[in-house]
């Protein structure tokens, strides 16, 4: 934590981010729901995707690019198979109803694939794949960002996708869940957006220049922004990278085809107002298990892939999950860090709903 730092409780967090967005015009129930979801990415550890995001939904919000009170409408219900479309309400609305949609067909039908279209931005997509795996099912979801453009393909010098994360989960009965989130693009743009806000500086190797050559420096995706303004990644010269070379380029590539072609929401391209669309596969172990016994043998192989020596004896090696899970143990019990930068551009974005003072 840095010597500015702001330590905040998450449930005094969460009471003033819900009234921010219940001054925006949020209903008292979705506020809390996208307040929730905001500092569950905080507590996760995903700063990235918390409550830095509040300026920029609110100015979604206002400019109807993402609406309060929004609804996951059935286009096409094929049983094992559901076309939805969020119609751009908040994906931490319309997100979490997709998933209640698929995690009862999975259920009923042992498989389902729920393609969500024109979601309202998802945030930390680890969250959808908790409640899957809390439900007791794995889940696959590839997502991507329909107007917007971030990331150079491999080998390129400008943007053609977005940030397309993709997340794997797999419940554990007998011990921690396998929950892999990762964003394509080397680093999430929101790690960037700290980065702006004062906080850590990007990862190595995340961004490029105009010119295609690697910068530590920001403003290579935002461009200047004046004092006071929310950064618009569209601005700047240069792109973030796809991580992995030409394997996370591919895959990079693959969010944009099954969740932005395959399910209509549309696929990376210039705009205003960037929205989601997610491809979600949910499995239901019990159902593929013949009496082999899915549950011993995951916990099992998992138990030994952590038992590995560690390269590091200080750093016994993890699972994906266990990162958020320590994170939200420690700050469950000590209190959210934020930059004071970001902590001072929340209580300015409070005072510009006219929402009450909670802090
Ligand atoms: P990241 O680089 O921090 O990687 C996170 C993943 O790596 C997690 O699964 C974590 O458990 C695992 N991990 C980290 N350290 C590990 C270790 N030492 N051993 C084993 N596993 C380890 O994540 P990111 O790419 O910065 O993405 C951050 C968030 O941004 C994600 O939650 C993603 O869903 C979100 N995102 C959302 C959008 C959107 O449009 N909604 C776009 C991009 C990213």
């Known amino acids: 934590m840095a010597q500015d ?4 409780p998450a449930e ?54 993402m609406v309060f009170g929004g609804k996951a409408e059935v286009v096409t219900d094929g049983g094992a198979f ?10 931490q609305t319309v997100g979490r109803q997709a998933v209640e949609i698929g995690v009862e067909r999975a259920k009923r039908e042992g498989v389902a694939l729920v393609a969500l279209r024109r979601a309202g931005h998802l945030g930390r997509i680890g969250e959808w794949a908790e409640r899957a795996s809390a439900a007791g099912l794995a889940s696959i979801h590839f997502v991507n960002v329909g107007r917007s453009m971030l990331v150079a393909p491999f080998g390129a010098a400008e943007r053609r996708f977005s940030t397309n994360p993709v997340c794997i989960g797999v419940p554990n009965p007998s011990g921690e869940d396998f929950l892999l989130d990762f964003a394509t693009a080397t680093a999430a743009e929101g790690k960037i957006l700290v980065a702006m806000k004062g906080g850590k500086a990007p990862p190595a190797g995340s961004l490029i220049d105009g010119d295609g050559r690697l910068t530590e420096d920001p403003r290579a995706l935002y461009g ?59 499995i239901d172990p019990n159902r593929l298990d013949d009496g082999f016994g899915w549950g011993a043998a995951t916990a099992d192989y998992i138990a030994f892939v952590k038992s590995a ?36 551009s929340l209580v300015a974005a409070a005072r510009s709903v006219g929402a009450p003072e909670a802090a």
């Open 5 to 8: 730092d702001v330590l905040i």
């Open 12 to 65: 005094r967090l969460t009471a003033f981010i819900a009234g921010t967005f219940a001054a925006a015009g949020a209903s008292a129930e979705e506020a809390q729901e996208i307040a929730g979801n905001l500092v569950g990415a905080n507590l996760a550890g995903h700063d990235s995707h918390g409550v830095v995001r509040t300026p920029r939904y609110l100015e979604n919000a206002r400019l109807g690019q």
């Open 82 to 91: 559901l076309l939805l479309d969020g119609g751009f309400g908040f994906g």
């Open 224 to 282: 200047e922004t004046e004092p006071g303004a929310v950064p618009d990644p569209r601005k700047g010269p240069g792109a973030l990278t796809a991580m992995g070379a030409h394997k996370g380029s591919g895959l990079a590539l693959a969010c944009e085809l099954l969740a932005g072609t395959l399910t209509g929401s549309g696929a990376a391209g210039p705009g205003e107002g960037p929205y989601n669309g997610m491809l979600s596969i949910y």
């Open 309 to 344: 020596r560690p390269a590091d004896p200080a750093a016994p090696v993890m699972i994906p999950g266990d990162p958020e899970r320590q994170a939200r143990a420690k700050r469950l019990a000590e209190g959210v860090p934020l930059p004071r930068e970001t902590w001072e």
